[in-house]
């Protein structure tokens, strides 16, 4: 299984494709692909054709974004940054390079 250090939840920023400089929060995190998926970037417009239950209708969805393509969006100063681990005792911590401070 592969181990990437985004999470569900976290706020990123968009370093490279038709969105870039926009951030948004990670809604999923696909790992067999190597994709996420985040709040308001990458949006298309997905035409649903009419059944006897629905209307026909044009959706807005988000479609999933690499993860190269994204950057942590550090809290403390609204930078891009990497995250690292550091491992105490008992846990496993995340925390921003740039600032240094806890995610």
Known sequence: MKK???KKGDNVIVISGKDKGKSGEIIDV???IDKVKIRGINIVK?????TQENPGKIDEIEL???ISNVAFL???NSKP???KYQINKDEKIRISVSSGSKV
């Open 64 to 66: 999933p974004i690499h």
């Open 30 to 32: 696909l790992k067999n």
């Open 74 to 76: 550090d809290p403390k």
């Open 81 to 83: 940054s990497r995250i």
């Open 46 to 50: 997905k035409h649903r054709k009419p």
């Open 4 to 6: 990437f250090k985004l």
